[in-house]
DNA sequence: AAAACCTATCGTATATTTGCGATAAGCAAT
DNA sequence: ATTGCTTATCGCAAATATACGATAGGTTTT
């Protein structure tokens, strides 16, 4: 990408908000998110159960979210479980919310 | 993109909805649904003097937002007058308030 | 210490996105 | 018909995203 000007700066909403419209931008990542709202809470294992995807790729659809910050990862040994992270998810519906009004 | 196994089915309302987020997933894109929202409508031309973005750049983030039909685009000769598409804007806007619940 | 299990990361290939300038296309007025 | 105005599209370049297999890293159990 070309980037002549040294990236437009938007209101901290908007960039806010399109950061977790970009999280929520790909089927299997709301999926994903369906899925954690209803388990509450899961591991990386189960959804390779669910979705026909490579390990990896669900590995990789996990870090965006976590990225964007809509989960987080706790550490259960062996294995790491995936919750929704409640603060940024209700940033994130208000952000919405508001955006439809 | 590799896709060896032929494009995964998901739920429908997932599908929109990740297609609406996608839409979203860009600042310019979210500054200019606002501002649609201010003005009711506006031209292409307007956008192009409140962003600073090159004529064909705005015209290729207006086509997206057409293409994910939260736009959609009037004649009013010489201009286009573009507005939201109410029907999916109150159908997006629907998907993510039972999504976020 | 070794084996087994779970998850993250690396490397790779391909597709898509973002942005620009240049050009084309459509319409109005001259 | 030509000009001028507005917007879309094309062609390009660079960055990101998506998916996979292979491998590495960390824990627990043997």
Redesign the interface.
């Known amino acids: 990408m070309k980037r002549s000007?040294e990236h437009?700066e938007?209101?901290q909403d908007?960039?806010a908000?399109?950061k977790f419209?970009?999280?929520?931008?790909?089927?299997?990542?709301?999926?994903i998110?369906?899925h954690l709202?209803n388990q509450s809470c899961c591991f990386t294992g189960d959804l390779v159960e669910v979705?026909?995807?490579a390990q990896s790729t669900i590995s990789q659809h996990l870090k965006e979210l976590k990225n964007a910050g809509l989960i987080q990862g706790e550490l259960k040994p062996p294995k790491i479980k995936y919750c929704i992270q409640r603060d940024n998810?209700n940033k994130?519906?208000s952000l919405?919310?508001e955006?439809?009004?």
Not at 21 to 31: D, E, N, S
Request: proline letters at 6%; glycine letters at 4%.
């Open positions: 000007l437009i938007y209101n908007t960039e908000m399109a419209a970009k999280a929520l931008g790909h089927p299997t990542r709301i999926a998110l369906k709202e979705f026909p995807l998810w994130a519906k919405f919310l955006f439809f009004e």
